[in-house]
């Protein structure tokens, strides 16, 4: 069964930490991407890329950055977590063209207190 | 004018019932299109997909797409309970890079 693995379901952090969100997906998949999603706002796109070592700005990247070491891994980094990014983080792959969509993984809840 | 609107509903449907969910969008070159189902608390999961003008069935979902009027629609006949959920519509608009543009998203609510 093809998946996008997200490390954490449930994760708590203080103020100011430093926080890794990582992905890992197994389908092979040139695409990869960030979102968060707040109630009332829908999906926002925060980073993605489309090849190893390459990264695009999505329409939120403030605060955030990311690492594309491996085709398999994207990862997505707070580099000074804020109350603010209390969010549901989503993280997707899809093949280059966009055909079949995206794939999901089942999201980190991040609560930063 | 946002790229993929959506109605945010919610939409109320008794049970057996068919559901209409609809979707415009702007960009005319638009190539492909997606349904996700999203329940509370989980992420979306892809449904339908379609990329050819007219219709495309699988079971009790349709999906409707008409390039001309820039709309797409999502039909779920006999609707159940289980399929209350936010429907979000998906765009891949042209120059095909794979990256969607998501409306909203539509609650659909079933009441038994």
């Known amino acids: 069964d093809v998946k996008v693995t997200q490390s954490s379901r449930y994760l708590v952090k203080r103020t100011g930490e430093k926080v890794f969100l990582e992905c890992v997906q197994d389908?092979?998949?040139?695409?990869m991407f960030w979102y968060r999603q707040d109630p009332g706002l829908g999906l926002r796109l925060i980073y993605f890329?489309?090849?190893?070592?390459?990264?695009e700005k999505g329409d939120i990247p403030e605060g955030y950055s990311v690492s594309r070491e491996k085709k398999e891994r994207f990862s997505l980094i707070l580099e000074s977590a804020s109350t603010n990014q209390t969010s549901m983080y989503l993280c997707?792959?899809?093949?280059?063209?966009?055909?079949?969509?995206?794939?999901f993984g089942s999201g980190t809840r991040l609560t930063v207190v | 004018q946002k790229e993929v609107e959506q109605n945010s509903g919610p939409l109320s449907v008794p049970e057996g019932a068919i559901a209409s969910l609809n979707c415009t969008y702007s960009?005319?070159?638009?190539?492909?299109f997606f349904w996700y189902r999203q329940y509370s608390g989980k992420s979306p999961e892809l449904i339908m997909f379609?990329?050819?003008?007219g219709d495309k069935e699988d079971g009790r979902f349709t999906a409707q797409l008409n390039k001309a009027s820039q709309y797409v629609s999502l039909l779920i006949r006999d609707s159940q309970p289980s399929d209350s959920a936010t429907y979000l519509c998906?765009?891949?608009?042209?120059?095909?890079?794979?990256?969607?543009?998501f409306g909203q998203g539509t609650t659909l609510q079933v009441k038994p």
């Open positions: 997707a792959s899809s093949r280059h063209t966009g055909s079949g969509g995206y794939t």
């Open positions: 389908m092979d998949h040139e695409n």
């Open positions: 890329s489309y090849d190893v070592k390459m990264k």
């Open positions: 960009d005319r070159g638009s190539q492909s």
């Open positions: 379609i990329y050819s003008n």
């Open positions: 998906a765009v891949n608009i042209r120059g095909n890079t794979g990256k969607l543009i």
